[in-house]
């Protein structure tokens, strides 16, 4: 077996239901004290872009962190919160593709219809598709047609009204399938994050403003 492919055993290895990038990486250099990051770097890319499990995500975060650019949704989420200037496309769409995921994991699909704000209900489905999670794009989708062949009303009120029971069933039902989509949302989330590094430079404190 070469070293690349024993590296990558050991990444597959992860079998816990977090994200521990730290974690992982200290895994992978206690396996491995004598090697390299460009080698290291391209065991991680090869789980990484491969068939999606529970070590997908901690992959891809880690390439994140070797290359420079820490953990790009948490610069999503402080410059969310903290900086007057907005956020950048890519930006907003790692925003919204771990905070959407968060919040139907407490809260349901039937929250994203009820509960998000106008833009954020808006870019449920687009965020998903543009960074290659395609699962959960589909998962959502496939909710809008509890609401019938032509989805959801466009306004919130119109939605209250119209929902029925069977529609309240069907959507808990994908809920269920949305938050198994966990480890494809946040692996494409940081391989898309790799794909405009200028967007995610790691923000320091004094620069939220």
């Known amino acids: 077996m070469t070293l690349s492919k024993q590296i990558q055993a050991v990444i597959r290895s992860w079998d816990k239901d977090f994200i521990n990038v730290p974690e992982m990486l200290d895994m992978v250099r206690s396996a491995f004290p004598d090697t390299g990051n460009p080698e290291i770097e391209s065991a991680f890319e090869s789980v990484a872009r491969g068939p999606i499990s529970p070590a997908s995500p901690c992959a891809a975060g880690s390439l994140c962190n070797l290359v420079g650019l ?10 969310f919160n903290s900086s007057d200037s907005g956020l950048s496309e890519p930006q907003w769409f790692l925003w919204i593709a771990g905070y959407t995921y968060n919040w139907v994991c407490n809260s349901g699909l039937s929250s994203c219809y009820f509960e998000f704000p106008v833009r954020q209900y808006g870019d449920r489905i687009r965020v998903y598709e543009a960074i290659g999670a395609h699962g959960a794009a589909a998962v959502m989708r496939e909710a809008d047609l509890a609401f019938g062949d032509d989805g959801p009303p466009p306004v919130v009120e119109d939605r209250s009204s119209w929902f ?27 391989l898309y994050a790799m794909e405009h590094p200028s967007h995610f430079t790691p923000v320091k404190p004094d620069q939220l403003s």
Do not use: K, V
């Not at 820490?70 to 410059?79: E, H, I, K, R, S």
């Not at 938050?179 to 940081?190: L, N, P, Q, V």
């Open 70 to 79: 820490g953990d790009p949704l948490d610069t999503a989420f402080n410059l």
């Open 164 to 190: 029925s029971d069977d529609a309240y069933a069907r959507i808990g039902e994908l809920s269920s399938q949305f938050r198994e989509c966990g480890d494809e949302i946040f692996t494409r989330a940081y």
